[in-house]
């Protein structure tokens, strides 16, 4: 489950407000997850992701009810990011937009066959994006 959070600022994000954001989150989830940044200026494409926020959670197939409670962290994160903005210091009317995805990392027993997880993980972050893009 991949939940990207892009943050509509007129101001710039600086490294200490995205740091702040990042461990915001991670004190409200209630759930095991990673959560991503970029830091520093970003050039090129790179820019583009600049005010965007990742979080992600790794849930089996054999356990529906883990997959079940990281959505509900999701909808949770989702409900505290106009306190998270403001806490970080942006103005009121700051927006955000975020998008919860599911995918399906596979690991291949034939070795010929293997997309390499890196490859699964980008086409995941890819296909996240595009959903929030289509929102």
């Known amino acids: 489950i991949i939940m990207p959070i892009l943050i509509n600022s007129e101001e710039?994000?600086?490294?200490?407000?995205?740091?702040?954001?990042?461990?915001?989150i991670e004190?409200?989830?209630?759930?095991?997850?990673?959560?991503e940044i970029l830091l520093?200026?970003?050039?090129?494409?790179?820019?583009l992701f600049g005010d965007m926020i990742i979080v992600s959670w790794?849930?089996?197939?054999?356990?529906p009810d883990y997959k079940e409670v990281a959505m509900q962290d999701a909808a949770h994160?989702?409900?505290q990011l106009p306190t998270i903005i403001s806490e970080i210091g942006l103005p009121e009317?700051?927006?955000?937009?975020?998008t919860v995805y599911?995918?399906?990392?596979?690991?291949?027993?034939?070795?010929?066959?293997?997309?390499s997880l890196a490859s699964q993980?980008?086409?995941?972050?890819s296909q996240a994006v595009i959903q929030l893009e289509q929102q």
């Open 58 to 63: 790794l849930v089996s197939d054999t356990k």
């Open 40 to 47: 520093g200026t970003q050039n090129g494409i790179w820019g």
């Open 102 to 115: 599911e995918g399906k990392l596979i690991q291949h027993r034939d070795v010929q066959h293997t997309t």
């Open 121 to 125: 993980w980008r086409t995941l972050f």
């Open 77 to 79: 994160i989702a409900e």
């Open 12 to 24: 710039a994000l600086s490294d200490a407000m995205l740091k702040k954001a990042k461990r915001l």
């Open 93 to 98: 009317h700051t927006t955000t937009r975020y």
């Open 27 to 35: 004190l409200s989830s209630k759930t095991p997850n990673n959560v």
